[in-house]
């Protein structure tokens, strides 16, 4: 009777021991960013972590691989490779598709797979990819002018009455976007590194707004659009002047530059409950909705 007690207790002892075990096992799995899964070879699962719900979004309770739905190439490369493979799988369709890294590693009893979403880096990359793009196309139109007009004033231009003044002005208007592209990308490296300063303080918003876009107001802009402010008289805001005037700067541009000839455009300014909302609003074709997540990328451009 004495050695059956000891033999229950001795059980007790191992089996707290082994889930003691799981238990720290688990923590550790749960611990791992990417989603691991651990399958045996008739491809029931057996130990699974919280990110591999996260990425997989499912539930693995009682279930085998044939019953999660997973893409055919992951129970291939379970099935044929020992020395482990890799493979991105590409979930869904765009613009909402996302990138899952799978990692595949065989032994004799079955297998572990390792799930790690990339769709941020695959986002990344593109963004840089567009950056690069896009700057480069933003610099090369003003350099190109710049040099040809710098080459014409060299081979006689100069000299030239008419063409001659015409020739400086568009060198000096060139230079001024050159600074001005320049200027954008220290900001945003200031923005990205946090050492961007803000100089804030109250000021009325209407003549900021009117200022902001009067290089808009030329006798051939205005044949072609017609820009008005509606602004709530002796309306105030706390901000800075600089930000707050390139930011109205560069929508009226976009505006100007995306609506047909003839269009309506209209800057507004009132009072909120949370404050003050300015807007810029346009007749033209809009932004499609599946570009919306991108709109605020630096230099980003949908197709024309």
């Given at each position: 009777?004495i ?6 207790a ?5 089996i ?19 989603g691991?899964?651990a399958?045996?070879s008739?491809?029931r ?10 990425v997989?979004q499912?539930?693995f309770?009682?279930k ?7 893409p055919?190439?992951?129970d291939?490369l ?7 493979a890799?493979?991105v ?5 765009k ?9 595949v590693?065989?032994?004799?009893y ?8 990339i769709?941020?880096?695959r986002?990344l990359?593109?963004?840089?990819r567009?950056f690069f793009?896009?700057?480069?196309h ?6 190109a002018i710049?040099?040809a007009?710098a080459?014409a ?32 990308m220290l900001?945003?490296?200031h923005?990205?590194a946090g050492?961007?300063?803000l100089f804030?303080?109250m000021?009325e918003l209407e003549p ?25 008289k002796?309306?105030?805001a706390y901000l800075?002047v ?10 009226v ?10 269009g ?6 009132k ?11 346009d ?7 599946k570009?919306?997540?991108r ?10």
């Amino acid at each position: 009777m004495i050695s059956k007690k000891r033999s229950v207790a001795e059980f007790g002892m191992e089996i707290s021991k082994t889930w003691e075990e799981t238990l720290r096992m688990q923590s550790v799995l749960d611990s791992i960013r990417e989603g691991v899964l651990a399958v045996d070879s008739d491809g029931r699962i057996l130990l699974y972590n919280h990110s591999a719900t996260q990425v997989l979004q499912t539930d693995f309770i009682g279930k085998r691989m044939s019953e999660l739905k997973l893409p055919n190439k992951i129970d291939k490369l379970l099935k044929k490779n020992k020395e482990g493979a890799e493979w991105v799988w590409k979930r869904g369709k765009k613009p909402n598709r996302t990138y899952i890294h799978c990692s595949v590693v065989q032994w004799d009893y079955g297998g572990l797979i390792v799930f790690r979403d990339i769709t941020k880096i695959r986002r990344l990359e593109r963004v840089r990819r567009d950056f690069f793009a896009n700057v480069s196309h933003e610099l090369k139109t003003p350099m190109a002018i710049i040099r040809a007009h710098a080459e014409a004033l060299s081979e006689g231009a100069f000299y030239d009455e008419v063409m001659g003044p015409k020739f400086v002005d568009a060198l000096l208007r060139n230079s001024e976007r050159l600074d001005s592209i320049v200027s954008s990308m220290l900001d945003l490296a200031h923005l990205e590194a946090g050492t961007y300063e803000l100089f804030l303080s109250m000021y009325e918003l209407e003549p900021l707004i009117e200022k902001s876009i009067e290089i808009f107001q030329d006798t051939k802009i205005e044949r072609s659009y017609t820009i008005t402010v509606d602004v709530e008289k002796g309306l105030k805001a706390y901000l800075d002047v600089q930000a707050f005037s390139h930011i109205v700067h560069n929508f009226v541009e976009n505006a100007i530059k995306y609506t047909a000839r003839k269009g309506t455009i209209r800057v507004t300014g009132k009072q909120t409950e949370n404050g003050v909302r300015v807007a810029i609003e346009d007749n033209g074709p809009g932004i499609d909705s599946k570009y919306a997540s991108r709109i605020f990328e630096r230099f980003f451009r949908i197709d024309k």
